[in-house]
């Protein structure tokens, strides 16, 4: 999977391109089983977490509304992918990506974001590496 783009605040949002020809949905599948088994171990792990009793009950309890997730329930079901078929569309949902924390009133700039690679794009590095920077020359 090669990133694009990221935000993270109560929810997330990816640009991303399979790049060994794997089925968008099974990425997609794998990280969010990946990421939430991870999560579920650093909440139990981080003695410095207040909020583990709350979490974990909280991910327990949607666990259990589910049949097919043992036993905590980190991601929602249901995604909202989009494709972007053309480089028009995909540059349209690289800025709303980058827009969405400015419309949400957390910053001024999207580069101030911290969890945004809206920073990326301004040739200044963000928190991830390798972030793959799309680059559009034939608006």
């Known amino acids: 999977m090669e990133i694009h783009e ?3 605040s109560s929810h997330l949002h990816l ?3 399979s790049i060994n020809g794997q089925k968008p949905e099974l990425l997609i599948g794998d990280l ?11 909440i139990k792990e981080n003695p410095k977490e207040s909020r583990k009793e709350f979490l974990l009950n909280f991910f327990l309890k ?11 329930q980190f991601w929602r079901n249901d995604n909202k992918p ?6 028009k569309v995909r540059w ?9 924390p400015v419309k949400a009133g957390l910053v001024f700039r999207a580069e101030d974001y ?9 040739d200044e590095k963000g928190l991830l590496d390798h972030i793959v920077i799309f680059r559009m020359f034939d608006l």
């Open 114 to 122: 911290r969890y945004s690679s809206a920073i990326d794009y301004s």
């Open 15 to 17: 640009v991303f391109r």
């Open 62 to 72: 949607e666990g259990l509304k589910s049949s097919n997730v043992t036993p905590y």
């Open 32 to 42: 969010k089983r990946f990421t939430s088994k991870s999560i579920v171990t650093e």
């Open 6 to 8: 990221y935000i993270m």
């Open 82 to 87: 989009i494709e972007c078929w053309s480089n």
């Open 92 to 100: 349209q949902k690289i800025n709303y990506i980058h827009q969405n």
